[in-house]
């Protein structure tokens, strides 16, 4: 029911910026987090950068002092500014929600499709 939508993913150069956007189809019940992920061919997907419903934000240390993540609650959106990207920013970046689950002892995860960010040196 739930769709997280990405955009802003493409080809930059090394030095450059780009901002991602994430916005849900609807609003999402008790939402604790929002963040975004990065997987790069034959590596581990990634904790990029996330923001808690409170305002906590947490980054990778790679991206430390590059990148901030910011987010809208009324509008149901999250959004990753890039700056200063270096060739080893590129992968697939996702955008991932989770609200807690009153039933169960996890919380409800909810993932985009993915958008691709190629950072060229």
């Known amino acids: 029911q739930v769709q997280l939508v990405e955009s802003g993913g493409g080809l930059v150069q090394a030095g450059g910026s780009l901002r991602l956007s994430c916005a849900a189809s609807r609003s999402i019940f008790a939402v604790t987090s929002m963040g975004w992920y990065r997987q790069a061919p034959g590596k581990q997907r990634e904790l990029v950068a996330s923001i808690t419903n409170g305002g906590m934000r947490t980054y990778a240390d790679s991206v430390k002092g590059r990148f901030g993540i910011s987010r809208d609650n009324a509008k149901n959106t999250v959004t990753l500014q890039m700056t200063s990207l270096k060739p080893e920013d590129t992968g697939v970046y996702y955008c991932?929600?989770?609200?807690?689950?009153?039933?169960?002892?996890?919380?409800?995860?909810?993932w985009g499709q993915g958008t691709q960010v190629t950072v060229s040196s």
């Open positions: 991932n929600t989770r609200a807690r689950n009153s039933i169960g002892p996890t919380d409800y995860v909810y």
